[in-house]
């Protein structure tokens, strides 16, 4: 799912496209795609974009009349930018967005549709779309600290809860995680100062170094890589290859359709953390420090 840098990649490159410009109609390929009905989505035709805004990991585009066209990506919906009238894609297009100077195209990924566009109007139904949590980015020392230790989660669920801390989603949280060298499976409420002041350094470091390297990446043109998987992460998406901090294998923990992945030595002291299905199918076998995992690696090659 696009997570906080993403979203504002697509922001600042929609902005340089659209702003100021009039939406000439709204293509729909898609019935299932826009969930509600009041405005019609006839009335955000010919209005003029005004202003773009990140909810979250929602894209909110501002038009005449406080009228707000809210996308939300979920795990497969990309954006893509075309030459003005272009088709929607056959077997992934959902919606196509014109403009005279080109059009905006939603596709999405996979049989399940699970994007969304509301059409929302004033600025009380727009914060109906916002979950809550607090801008990392903007937050300080003592917000943060107040957010992350409002309730007992650990530290994997509170930075991705859109309650707690808006944007941050499993792909960054892993890359947080590992730059503040905290295990994913703390809990809030029982962290020290310094590992609170180290966090929330962690999380304006990644996000904002993040946003930059993607914004180059894109330059003038259109940000067509939005994965969720980069070589040069650290952790995230790298179980098995060597973390770029201290050279020890990445492990992971994986749960429904999700994993985190981390480095023992660099955030668990050596320990190797339960995977709900693994360690329960070896049992005695599964290996519980890091110690034991490259004892096992020697014992193989030998």
Not at 128 to 141: K, N, R, T, V, W
Not at 277 to 286: N, V
């Amino acid at each position: 799912m696009p997570e906080l840098p993403d979203i504002t990649t697509y922001i600042h490159a929609l902005d340089r496209r659209i702003t100021g410009e009039v939406l000439q109609d709204i293509r729909l390929a898609s019935a299932f795609l826009l969930r509600t009905a009041t405005p019609p989505i006839a009335t955000a035709k010919c209005k003029r974009v005004r202003s773009l805004r990140r909810i979250g990991k929602r894209i909110a585009i501002g038009l005449d009349d406080d009228l707000w066209l809210v996308l939300h990506l979920m795990i497969a919906g990309r954006l893509h930018w075309h030459e003005p009238g272009a088709a929607i894609p056959g077997k992934r297009g959902q919606a196509a967005f014109d403009f005279s100077n080109g059009t905006l195209i939603l596709t999405e990924a996979g049989p399940r549709r699970r994007a969304s566009l509301h059409l929302v109007q004033g600025e009380a139904a727009l914060r109906a779309h916002d979950p809550g949590g607090i801008e990392p980015l903007e937050a300080d020392l003592p917000a943060f600290a107040a957010a992350l230790t409002g309730a007992t989660h650990t530290l994997k669920r509170a930075l991705t809860d859109p309650r707690i801390f808006s944007g941050i989603g499993n792909a960054y949280s892993d890359e947080i995680l590992h730059a503040a060298r905290l295990s994913p499976i703390a809990m809030t409420t029982s962290l020290a100062a310094d590992e609170i002041g180290r966090l929330h350094q962690a999380v304006q470091d990644t996000l904002r170094d993040w946003v930059a390297r993607l914004d180059a990446e894109a330059g003038d043109g259109f940000p067509e890589k939005v994965t969720a998987f980069r070589p040069d992460m650290a952790v995230h998406g790298r179980y098995g290859k060597p973390c770029p901090a201290c050279g020890a294998p990445v492990q992971r923990i994986r749960y429904a359709s999700n994993e985190t992945n981390y480095c023992p030595r660099c955030q668990t002291d050596g320990k190797i953390l339960a995977d709900r299905a693994l360690s329960r199918l070896l049992k005695k076998d599964w290996p519980r420090t890091l110690e034991e995992l490259e004892a096992r690696g020697r014992s193989r090659k030998d």
